[in-house]
């Protein structure tokens, strides 16, 4: 299945965008979905995640309580619903999956084309 991440784009501080990662087939309960972001001059971060078939979620640290991860079953899709947003939220935001229930990158493939979320001060 290919994933395709859209609905960056530039906000201000404090401001709200929301994510959606489209699969280009069925996504099986035994995915995890995961959502990752890499800054300028940084490595590749874990975002967010969730099981497919139960729903579950995990989120860093970094973004727990501003940011939300959920599925659009209907739709083979995955949300990320970010409010309160920082400046070091700035990263190239990509969707991926895996089998595992897992924060490594490493452990997720089918990674798609990111979406640039940018925030200004």
């Known amino acids: 299945v290919q994933l395709q991440a859209f609905g960056g784009g530039l906000v201000q501080a404090g401001g709200s965008l929301r994510l959606s990662c489209a699969a280009s087939?069925?996504?099986?309960?035994?995915?995890?979905m995961g959502w990752f972001r890499q800054g300028p001059g940084k490595e590749r971060e874990f975002v967010a995640r969730?099981?497919?078939?139960?729903?579950?979620?995990a989120y860093a640290d970094s973004v727990k309580g501003r940011f939300t991860i959920s599925k659009d079953s209907a739709n083979q899709a995955v949300v990320l619903q970010m409010n309160s947003l920082k400046p070091e939220d700035t990263a190239l935001y990509y969707c991926?999956?895996?089998?595992?229930?897992?924060?490594?990158?490493?452990?997720?493939?089918?990674w798609g084309q990111g979406t640039l979320v940018t925030v200004s001060s």
């Open positions: 969730i099981r497919w078939s139960t729903g579950n979620t």
């Open positions: 991926a999956k895996s089998s595992d229930w897992a924060a490594n990158p490493r452990s997720y493939n089918n």
């Open positions: 087939g069925r996504i099986y309960s035994s995915s995890v």
